[in-house]
């Protein structure tokens, strides 16, 4: 049991306070920095544990990563892909779907992607949701070679 951002071996304590509050294994010091990163931006839970299966599985995420206009909630930047966590998916207004295609216009312009995952998919199905997140970035890594 170990923290997975500086790898510092947990106590018993800070595991499960970790596990019951992020769903991720942090050290007491990094559980304090992803508080404040979740109370300042306000962060679903979900985009924390999504942003860590991806470190796990390999990929070079940055969270609550700023874009110039706004924060995202998760970017790679090496293949221009940015992934948002859509909670409120189930009760959106037509004023919100235009705001949405508008940010991943005004993002497309400037060569990145972005993917809207709802949380629920990440709450419960999250080693397929990380599993599908990789087999993208390899997609537009492969697109990037081949231009």
Same mark, same amino acid.
């Given at each position: 049991?170990?923290?997975?951002?500086?790898?510092?071996?947990?106590?018993?304590?800070?595991?499960?306070?970790?596990?019951?509050?992020?769903?991720?294994?942090?050290?007491?010091?990094?559980?304090?920095?992803?508080?404040?990163?979740?109370?300042?931006?306000?962060?679903?839970?979900?985009?924390?544990?999504?942003?860590?299966?991806?470190?796990?599985?390999?990929?070079?995420?940055?969270?609550?990563?700023?874009?110039? /206009?706004?924060?995202?909630?998760?970017?790679?930047?090496?293949?221009?892909?940015?992934?948002?966590?859509?909670?409120?998916?189930?009760?959106?207004?037509?004023?919100?779907?235009?705001?949405?295609?508008?940010?991943?216009?005004?993002?497309?312009?400037?060569?990145?992607?972005?993917?809207?995952?709802?949380?629920?998919?990440? /709450?419960?199905?999250?080693?397929?949701?990380?599993?599908?997140?990789?087999?993208?970035?390899?997609?537009?890594?492969?697109?990037?070679?081949?231009?």
């Amino acid at each position: 049991m170990n923290c997975l951002e500086c790898s510092k071996e947990l106590s018993y304590i800070d595991h499960k306070t970790a596990m019951e509050t992020f769903g991720v294994e942090l050290c007491k010091r990094h559980q304090s920095l992803i508080t404040k990163l979740i109370r300042k931006n306000k962060t679903p839970l979900q985009a924390v544990q999504l942003y860590y299966g991806l470190k796990e599985a390999g990929v070079p995420a940055m969270l609550e990563w700023w874009d110039g /206009k706004k924060f995202v909630h998760i970017a790679i930047s090496r293949v221009k892909l940015n992934i948002e966590i859509d909670t409120e998916y189930n009760m959106i207004t037509h004023e919100q779907a235009i705001k949405d295609l508008d940010e991943a216009m005004q993002s497309f312009k400037n060569g990145f992607t972005t993917i809207r995952i709802p949380h629920i998919l990440v /709450k419960h199905y999250l080693k397929e949701t990380i599993n599908n997140v990789v087999d993208i970035v390899e997609s537009l890594r492969a697109n990037i070679k081949v231009i």
